[in-house]
């Protein structure tokens, strides 16, 4: 006597075949997901390669071509995005910009990861008053505004890209060690952390060795959603006039100098907020695949 495993009115084969497609669209990242990888990627190359491919100089002045419409406006091939007001050619500057804010909220992440990561990862495994320190000094820390933290910086030491780095990486610094104290209380008390404890493990190795893989995952996500929030930061700040000085250019700074010209010359503003909206948006789409990948609650 045989045994039907399958729904009504689905063959085997069907159900087979649904469950290889499920498990397959589970395994695959999203359309979304691929389109923003290579977004960033495209956005690194040009980058990583503006001084090869850049057409012009990055200072290089020319006040006879100064405020030239782009080439599919008007302009000539010579200035493919135009001209600034002092006749820089722009799609130069956007290739450095991008650089350089790329650079920044890279570098800006990896201080807050480590940084945070760290603060987070003692706290929870030593507790007691070692634990309501740091957390009290996680708190006074965002409660305070990153505007005034960077100006007071700005004033005390000066603008610099170094700087600049450490105002935007301790931006979100608190939230790694929020995370990763979170996670370490969560698995203090479980099996194989107190096997590795009752075998004579010392802290530091326990910690290493046993807690922090364990709390990567989380913190790769939360990484990839401060990119992009850092990315906006360091525009905002340099706009501003606290962050990237001249000579040197980010794709706040373009927008700092376009803000006289936005009447007359819109494109001056409108493609370094592409590139900051591109930027930031491919960001986000992968951090929340991310978080949905590494979330068993979301997978199921």
């Known amino acids: 006597m045989s045994i039907e495993t399958s729904a009504p009115g689905v063959s085997a ?3 087979e075949e649904g469950l290889f497609a499920t498990n397959t669209g589970r395994r695959r990242p999203p359309t979304v997901a691929i389109a923003s990888c290579l977004i960033l990627m495209l956005a690194a190359l040009l980058a990583a390669a503006a001084p090869v491919i850049a057409p012009h100089d990055l200072a290089g002045q020319s006040l006879l071509h ?14 493919l995005l135009g001209t600034d007001h002092l006749g820089r050619d722009l799609f130069s500057r956007l290739l450095f910009a991008t650089q350089t804010t790329l650079l920044i909220a ?6 807050g990861v480590i940084t945070g990561t760290l603060s987070g990862l003692v706290s929870g495994s030593m507790g007691g008053w070692i634990d309501h320190c ?7 820390q965002a409660s305070v505004p990153v505007t005034l933290v960077a100006l007071t910086a700005v004033a005390l030491i000066g603008p610099s890209p170094l700087v600049l780095v450490l105002i935007v990486g301790f931006a979100d610094y608190y939230k790694y060690a929020r995370v990763v104290r979170g996670q370490v209380q969560a698995l203090r008390g479980r099996s194989f952390v107190e096997a590795a404890r009752s075998s004579g493990a010392s802290p530091y190795h ?3 060795r046993h807690v922090l893989p364990n709390t990567l995952s989380p913190v790769i996500v939360l990484a990839s ?4 929030e850092i990315v906006v930061l360091e525009s905002s700040l340099t706009f501003l006039g606290v962050g990237i000085q001249p000579p040197n250019v980010s794709l706040g700074s373009l927008l700092g100098e376009s803000r006289n010209y936005l009447i007359t010359t819109p494109w001056l503003a409108v493609f370094p ?3 900051i909206v591109a930027i930031t948006l491919a960001a986000s789409m992968i951090g929340d695949w991310l978080r949905d990948t590494f979330d068993p609650r979301s997978r199921s």
Not at 66 to 79: I, K, N, V, W
Not at 106 to 111: D, F, Q, S, T
């Open 66 to 79: 100064r405020l030239r419409p782009p080439a599919f406006a008007g302009g000539t091939t010579e200035y």
């Open 225 to 228: 959603l401060s990119f992009a």
């Open 273 to 275: 907020c592409l590139v």
């Open 106 to 111: 890279g570098a800006g992440v990896l201080v």
């Open 206 to 208: 326990i910690a290493m």
């Open 134 to 140: 740091f957390m009290a000094v996680v708190d006074a």
């Open 13 to 15: 084969s069907q159900t």
